[in-house]
DNA sequence: CAGTGGTCTAGACCACCAA
DNA sequence: TGGTGGTCTAGACCACTGT
């Protein structure tokens, strides 16, 4: 059934065909924390090449429907954890209530071309750069950069210890009155530093969020984050309203079982 | 340098370093619309096997950086669209100035428990569904579901010519005045008619947002929309502000070119 | 038709983890 | 040490595009 007649029908590749037969199976079988049958064997069921099996298993691990964990398994993904992007309810890069920032570093150096145009100022002047860890239930979700020209902190107290630098920029820029947000979302992959920080490999796709705060008509701050796809979900909320459930899934499907 | 030293150093794999050549060569030596030496050529360069190449092109297309064409060949792919999404900017689902909407069809069925409990209404109540693509320079860069339940339009006309359902939906609901946005945005992948609409494979990467409209503290629409992940960056601004440039992207590297 | 990317196979070896 | 997922290979065939 569908638009697709029985004749002339392209034959559906068997690796979208697994998946969705996989997926099936999760939805009405399988709970979260659960491990699946091996790649080995599950290839051997479904009468296919582990590469293909594994084409299939990448999908559903895009879609965060599976983790798959080296000498451990492929799991069954928890659903992803909804989290609030927005001044007003995650505060100030720091602080906010959730207060689940931790800082790695914070540096002042002079901006690069790139960074320059993007904050509207010259190029080479100077630039303080927080780098930061979202931590949401102890795991880390995210990184940010948030970068800074020093021009719109006048009142930064000099050089303090290397652990303070970041506190003092974090505590100048909430005494800002910010009357403008700009944000973008756009889809990214993990490069080496903020993989190692995510702990997760390169390539891991991310959801990237640049956002630039305006104070007084100027640009004051250009924050750069990417947050895990595979295990968020961002949220805008200005109202909490009602909860959103995903609309889909359905249906049933053996043919998976531990046991055969 | 970093936090991995030489020795113990886990070998990078070899296609994740593919990926990292290819991109270098792809900033500095090439530009939008170029096509890239086929996969069995650059395989043979690189002295991999065409799978381990693929494996690069892969991430890279995730990362909007190059589109492959069966029969064609694999090109630079375009900058990212920069897509306006909020009420005030794009309008209610038809009424901005943008009108790149697209109604593909409306129905109007009973709620199924999913749809039910997203919306705040009982199973089985009646909504209408009115199912859009988004166009931008012509071509489909988004499907949309709007959902609206039927208790929220009690001044819609009776039945029409089906084309004509939607404007009624569309031209009811703009005379709600909305007091609440809720948003979410996620990674998903194209199913098979998000997948033609989108005029792309399924297992299409796209970024989710589910937006919930309240009109006096009642949930009045659900909007479920799939925009092109390879193709589509979501803004939210409020106020346009400074041009938003990626920071990252250096260097330079050879190897890579169309003769040999 | 020749050339391109898309799918699939069968097998090998490696890195990681738990017992 | 045995089992798991991660990487890589060499080759085959298919589907689509242009000429």
């Given at each position: 059934?569908g638009t697709t007649g029985q004749l002339s029908a392209v034959p559906e590749p068997k690796y979208w065909h697994l998946r969705t037969v ?25 009468g296919v090449?582990?590469?293909t099996?594994?084409q299939a ?204």
């Amino acid at each position: 059934m569908g638009t697709t007649g029985q004749l002339s029908a392209v034959p559906e590749p068997k690796y979208w065909h697994l998946r969705t037969v996989l997926l099936r199976a999760i939805d009405s079988e399988f709970s979260t924390g659960q491990v699946l049958p091996n790649e080995r064997e599950l290839a051997a069921r479904f009468g296919v090449a582990r590469a293909t099996l594994r084409q299939a298993l990448d999908q559903l691990e895009l879609e965060g429907r599976l983790v798959r964990r080296r000498g451990i398994g492929t799991l069954i993904a928890a659903p992803r954890v909804g989290v609030p992007v927005s001044r007003q309810e995650e505060g100030w890069p720091g602080a906010g209530r959730s207060q689940a920032w931790r800082t790695v570093d914070c540096t002042t150096a002079p901006a690069s071309a790139q960074l320059a145009q993007s904050l509207g100022i010259v190029e080479g002047a100077t630039v303080h750069t927080v780098r930061r860890v979202r931590l949401v239930e102890g795991r880390p979700m995210a990184t940010e950069s948030l970068h800074v020209p020093a021009s719109a902190l006048p009142h930064l107290p000099g050089f303090r210890a290397e652990s303070d630098r970041a506190r003092s920029v974090l505590r100048q820029l909430e005494r800002l009155e910010v009357d403008g947000e700009s944000r973008a979302v756009e889809l990214g992959v993990a490069e080496a530093d903020e993989a190692v920080l995510l702990e997760r490999p390169p390539g891991t796709p991310v959801l990237v969020m640049t956002t630039q705060y305006a104070s007084a008509g100027r640009l004051v701050a250009l924050a750069v984050s990417t947050y895990r796809a595979d295990t968020c979900k961002l949220t805008f909320g200005e109202t909490g309203l009602v909860e959103v459930t995903p609309v889909g899934a359905a249906g049933a499907a053996a043919e998976v079982r531990t046991a055969s």
